[in-house]
């Protein structure tokens, strides 16, 4: 089954970070050992309201699911607006075949990195 990081981010009012922060630490312990789990405060906010995000790393799409309801049911109270989920996989590069020097072993100084 493919696995997959999910990011989730939602707004709360800064005197509820604590108890939402609280709530996310129990919730992410259910998850130890499975799923790899943290929750982020964007760093460039002030103001009364802050952005967290939620990301999960290594996670199927069956525990996406559950993780989304889970959270979103223990967040609802706090949460302003809307959580946003955006899902991300690892890019798999196609294998490129090695370079081949040219003859002789060197290139051109036309060709090589250092040439000015």
Request: negative net charge.
């Amino acid at each position: 089954m493919p696995r997959r990081d999910a990011y989730i981010y939602f707004r709360v009012a800064r005197t509820d970070e604590a108890a939402v922060a609280a709530a996310m630490r129990e919730m992410h312990a259910l998850w130890a050992g499975d799923v790899g789990c943290e929750l982020l405060r964007r760093a460039d906010e002030s103001g009364e309201t802050v952005t967290l995000m939620e990301v999960y790393r290594g996670v199927t799409p069956e525990q996406q699911q559950h993780i989304e309801h889970d959270a979103g049911a223990r967040l609802a109270a706090w949460i302003i607006g809307a959580r946003h989920v955006e899902v991300f996989e690892a890019v798999v590069a196609p294998r490129l075949a090695p370079l081949a020097a040219p003859q002789g072993g060197a290139l051109p100084p036309r060709e090589r990195p250092d040439a000015g």
